[in-house]
Every structure is written in C-alpha cells, then in structure tokens.
C-alpha cells in the first residue's frame, strides 16, 4: 500500500516536471529592438519579433538572437599603400544596423567579420589610387566611397551600413617628421611675410606721415612768406604815402609862409635902405657853406638898389623913393587848399590782415619783450611829458 502511493507520488511528479518544461519550452519571449530566427526541425520558421510568442516544443528553436539596434564597431589599424609607395596605418570605425536577421543569419557565417573584412579592402583599393597628401586631406571623399561600396556590398547580408569614419591616419615616423619640419617652415614662412608685411605697413604709413608734414610745413611757410610779403608791401605803400603827404605839408608851408613874407614885404613899403640891410644880413649866412671861401660886394651895388627903387617906388616930400604896392590884383591865384582826392592821403586806410597780423606779431613781442626783466629792473620809466 505504501509502496504503491510513493509510486504514484513519484509518477506525479514526473508528469509536472514535463509539463512545467513543456510550458517552458512552449513561450518565447523576445524584448524590444531584437529578433530571433525560429527553426522547427532544422529548417527556418519565422523570425520572431518582439514579444511573447509560443513554440512547439522539441520541434521549434531559436537559431540566432539579432539586436536590431544600430551597432558601432572600431576595427584595428590596417596598413595601406598609398599610390607613392608609402604605408600609413588607417583605423576605421563603421556604424551599421540588421535590417533583415534571416539573411543575416543564414547568408553569411559572421556578418561582423565580413564587414571587417570588406572595410579593409575596400580602404585599400580606394586610398591606393591617392598619394599621401590627398589620403590627409580627403577623409570626406574616402568616407563616402567607402559606405557607398559597403552599404552595396553588405545589402544581401541583411545589413544597412550607416557611415564609416576614418579614425586616423599615421604616416610613417620619417613622413611624420617631415611633415613637421615642413608645417614648421611653412609657419616660419608666414610669420616672416607678416612681418615683412607689417614693416612694409609702417614704412608706408611713416612716410605718408613725413609727406603730410612736409606739405604743411610747406603750406605754412609759404603762407608766411605771402603774408610778410603782403606787410611789407603795405609797410612801403603807407611809407611812400606818409613820405607823399609829408612833401605836400610842407610844400604848403612853404607856400603859406612865402605868401605871408610878401604880403608883409608890401605892407611894410621897404625902402632901398631897407633891401640894402638885409641884403647885408643875408650875406653872412650865404658864406658859411664849407666850399665858400672869399665873398666879393660888386662896387655898383648901391645903383643896382637905386635904381630897383626907382623902378618900383615913388619919391616922397623928402625926396627918397619909397615902395608903394600895386593894386591887389584879383585875378592872382591865392594858395589851393586841400581838396578831398588830397586829403585822403590823410586818412589811414584799413589795414588788412596781413597788416593785422604782422601787428599782432609785433604786440606780442613788445610784450614778451616788456615781460623780460631788463637792466633797469625795479625803476619806473618816466614818459615824456610836454616840453616848452
């Protein structure tokens, strides 16, 4: 009796461990952005997409579990022959996505080593038909072969490449070398332009400077000269016409002083007597000039005088010929006066400005002048006053 329960206990038991595992075996669930290949009796069934699903069990398995996410993959540096003959070490690193995991699965063994492989040979091809500078200076170009023949050539794989990007590109040490001493002359090389350059500037604008100064320097002298030119021309016009005005002054004193002598003369009636005195006053004076030397009085100066006197003069009650003046005479023209075009030699004319300011020269150096303390510091000078 016993014996029968445990056996019965132990048949249960078994049959919940199969069907537990046959629960088990039944549900598959897959997460999101993966998929997995289903195989029933070796041969593909479905691709499972995320989710729960259920399988036959001991019929159905999973063959492969593909992550559907875009993946990175950094391949190592691979030697490349550039087309002068030089080898740099390119490291490369290619994005793709599985796009279809059935032919990723079954169309190709690995599909990472295939892609590895294809980018290495594909790089080769492509950077062997460029010289090193255009390897460095053309990553844009490689790149974009480079996908293009990849995403090409991985399609059958079930495989979308994304972009391949060249990580680096070693040159040999020696190429690296020369490279650096020639970015160093070339950097050596422009620095010397740029000074060359900015000495030229400074030469140019130095002498831009000089130039302006000497042009106004030029401009000033001859403004001076014009200027000193226009104050003494008028110096010598006010000169000539105060000299002008002088001469007429004095020729009208004289005249003035003439017409009154011979009126005076007329109305004193002078005798010969008279002439004679004065004649012999007048004498003296006429023989102090240093070239006379010895005066001779002709005998015949009394009849001379006489008869002057008879000629002009009538006899008196005492018989002596006295002077008698003839009837003023209207028609005789008395001295000019001064008529306007005279008198404007008497007016100052404006004075321009040249002649202002060759007289604001002169104040300012009179009182710079006064400014100086001279010899006679500390006195006061006396102005002169009125003299009698």
């Known amino acids: 009796m016993e014996a029968a329960t445990v ?14 595992t046959i629960a088990v075996k039944s549900v598959l669930i897959i997460p999101q952005a993966q998929a997995a290949v289903i195989e029933r009796l070796g041969r593909y069934r479905a691709t499972a997409t995320p989710g729960p699903k259920l399988l036959m069990p001991f019929l159905d398995r999973v063959r ?43 169309e ?5 080593v295939g892609v590895e492989q294809l980018t290495t040979t594909t790089l080769r091809n492509v950077v062997g038909g460029m010289s090193l500078e255009q390897t460095l200076t053309s990553r844009d170009s490689i790149n974009n072969q480079l996908r293009g023949v990849l995403d090409e050539a991985t399609g059958r794989w079930g495989i979308r490449v994304a972009r391949v990007e060249l990580k680096a590109i070693d040159p040999p040490p020696s190429i690296q070398d020369s490279m650096e001493k020639q970015m160093r002359a070339d950097r050596e090389k422009r620095a010397m332009i740029l000074t060359a350059e900015g000495q030229r500037e400074s030469a140019i604008k ?9 042009i106004l320097a030029a401009e000033g002298a001859k403004q001076a000269a014009i200027l000193a030119a226009e104050a003494d021309r008028q110096s010598r016009i006010l000169r000539a016409e105060g ?25 004193g009636k002078p005798t010969p007597e008279v002439l004679a005195y004065q004649y012999l006053q007048t004498l003296p004076q006429m023989a102090q000039g240093d070239a006379n030397k010895v005066w001779l009085i002709p005998s015949d100066y009394g009849k001379a005088l006489e008869g ?11 018989g002596v010929f006295r002077y008698e003046p003839p009837a003023p005479d209207v028609s005789t023209p008395a001295v000019e006066e001064m008529d306007d075009s005279v008198a404007d030699w008497f007016n100052p004319p404006a004075p321009t400005e ?15 002048t006064s400014e100086e303390p001279g010899p006679n ?12």
Request: aromatic share 6%; charged share 20%; hydrophobic share 45%.
């Open 7 to 20: 056996t019965t206990i132990i048949v249960v038991i078994v049959i919940i461990l199969v069907v537990l």
């Open 64 to 106: 492969a579990r593909i992550d559907l996410r875009e993946q990175v993959v950094s391949f190592p540096p691979q030697p490349v022959i550039t087309e002068d003959n030089l080898t740099v070490s390119i490291d490369t690193v290619v994005y793709f996505q599985v796009t279809d995991p059935r032919a990723a699965v079954y």
């Open 108 to 112: 190709i063994s690995n599909y990472i």
């Open 206 to 214: 130095t002498a831009e400077g000089q130039k302006q100064g000497q």
């Open 243 to 267: 000299e002008r005005a002088a001469r007429y002054l004095q020729a009208q004193g004289q005249a003035k002083a003439i017409e009154k002598v011979f009126a005076a003369i007329k109305a």
């Open 308 to 318: 002057f006197a008879r000629m002009l003069g009538a006899p008196g009650e005492d």
């Open 354 to 368: 040249a002649t202002q300011a060759v007289r604001a020269a002169e104040r300012a150096a009179a009182q710079i």
């Open 377 to 388: 510091a500390g006195y006061t000078e006396l102005s002169d006053g009125p003299r009698s």
